[in-house]
Structure formats: structure tokens, C-alpha cells
């Protein structure tokens, strides 16, 4: 059995090789496995994980990001308790902001080496490019700054947004209520695509 670390290890160096996303070299380590070949021996199969890495990238796996916040939590933990015993927790919680992006990392003060919770880096150009970046969603927000534009609200400050219920405008409301509604692509366990 091959250990956690090690796999990791491998999968750092094919996306370093093959010039990939760490997550890509893992899912095409995992097809690899399927398909009986040893992840030890993985430089033997250069040219095999290179077609696995291309079909890869149409598959797309469950990700970090559609984990629940506790999958998310366990999975961080463990990270934690891989990391170098002897280290101080300022030294572990920088190795985790270098690595995974996460900051205000919350431990038990019974328990030092229990997370409690964690803050993520988001990564807003992906975000864009998943969310707001095609034809319907431009057209729905130019729909919405013209309404603003025509209230005469638009760009002066005074907190409104044009409310969309439904998918229509109805009026005028305050913008932390308009956007702090909680839309079901925003309650837990949504699968936003």
C-alpha cells in the first residue's frame, strides 16, 4: 500500500513534468491505477498518463471546492496532522497558507493540534470564468445596470440595487438584502456548475 505522502509526492512531480495542475496528475494517477499500472512506476508510463491527463481534462471530479465545510475540515486536519510534529503552530499554519491557501486557522485551545475552522483564499478570476462569464449571466447584469441607469440610481451611493425575484426586476432594494438573499446556489450543498 502505497502511503498518503508518497502518493502525494508523485502526483507533485507529474504536474511538474507534464506541466499540469496537481489535481490533474492525481486524477490521471487514479486512471492509471484503474487500469493496473503501479503509481511507483509512473516515469515508465510517460506517455500513457500524458493521453490519461488529456482525457482527464474533460472529466471533471468532485472538487475541493463542492466538498461540505466539514469534508473540507477533516481533510485539513489531516494535512495538519502530517506536518512536522516537532514544528511550532505559527510554522504549520504558514506551510498551510503556502500550500492551500487557507488563513485565520482556529485551533481547540484544549487540543492545539484540533482545527476548528479555517478562512479560504478564493480565487475570483475562476469564479468569474464558472459563474458570471457567459452570454446570459452579461446580459442578465447589463439588464440590471440599465434598470439602475434609468432609476437614475446608478454609481451614486445610496445602497439600492435593482431587486431580482424570479427572474424579473420588481423595484428598488437595499443592496446588502438584494445580494445577501440566500439563493439556492448558495445554501449548503448546492452544486453550482
Same mark, same amino acid.
Given at each position: 500500500?502505497?502511503? %498518503?505522502?508518497?502518493?502525494? *509526492?508523485?502526483?507533485? @512531480? ?6 499540469? /495542475?496537481? *489535481? ?11 487500469? =493496473? ?8 508510463? !510517460?506517455? !500513457?498518463?500524458?493521453? %490519461? ?10 472538487? +475541493?471546492?463542492?466538498? /461540505? ?9 489531516h494535512?495538519? *496532522? ?7 503552530? +505559527?510554522? $504549520? $499554519?504558514?506551510? !498551510?497558507?503556502?500550500? %492551500? ?5 482556529k485551533?481547540?485551545?484544549?487540543? $492545539?493540534?484540533?482545527?476548528l475552522? %479555517?478562512?479560504?483564499?478564493?480565487? #475570483? ?14 446580459? #442578465? ?5 440599465? #434598470?439602475?441607469?434609468?432609476? =437614475?440610481?446608478?454609481?451614486? &451611493? ?6 431580482? $425575484? &424570479? ?12 445580494? &445577501? ?7 449548503? &450543498?448546492?452544486?453550482? @456548475?
Amino acid at each position: 500500500m502505497i502511503s %498518503f505522502k508518497k502518493y502525494s *509526492d508523485i502526483a507533485s @512531480k507529474l504536474s511538474k513534468k507534464l506541466k499540469i /495542475s496537481k *489535481d490533474q496528475a492525481v486524477n490521471a494517477l487514479i486512471k492509471a491505477q484503474a487500469k =493496473g499500472i503501479d503509481p511507483l512506476k509512473w516515469q515508465k508510463h !510517460m506517455t !500513457m498518463l500524458k493521453q %490519461f491527463v488529456q482525457i482527464m481534462a474533460h472529466y471533471d471530479p468532485m472538487q +475541493e471546492r463542492s466538498m /461540505s465545510s466539514m469534508q473540507k475540515l477533516v481533510q485539513m486536519q489531516h494535512y495538519w *496532522d502530517d506536518l512536522d510534529h516537532l514544528a511550532s503552530d +505559527e510554522v $504549520k $499554519k504558514k506551510n !498551510m497558507k503556502m500550500r %492551500f491557501g487557507i488563513t485565520n486557522i482556529k485551533l481547540d485551545p484544549r487540543s $492545539k493540534n484540533k482545527i476548528l475552522s %479555517f478562512d479560504e483564499d478564493r480565487d #475570483y478570476k475562476d469564479e468569474y470564468k464558472k459563474f458570471q462569464s457567459s452570454e446570459k449571466m452579461k446580459k #442578465y447584469r447589463a439588464e440590471l445596470n440599465k #434598470y439602475n441607469r434609468k432609476r =437614475g440610481t446608478y454609481g451614486n &451611493g445610496d445602497g439600492k440595487d435593482a431587486s431580482h $425575484k &424570479g427572474g424579473k426586476i420588481v423595484g428598488m432594494e437595499d443592496e446588502s438584502t438584494n445580494r &445577501g438573499r440566500a439563493e439556492k446556489s448558495r445554501l449548503t &450543498g448546492s452544486k453550482r @456548475k
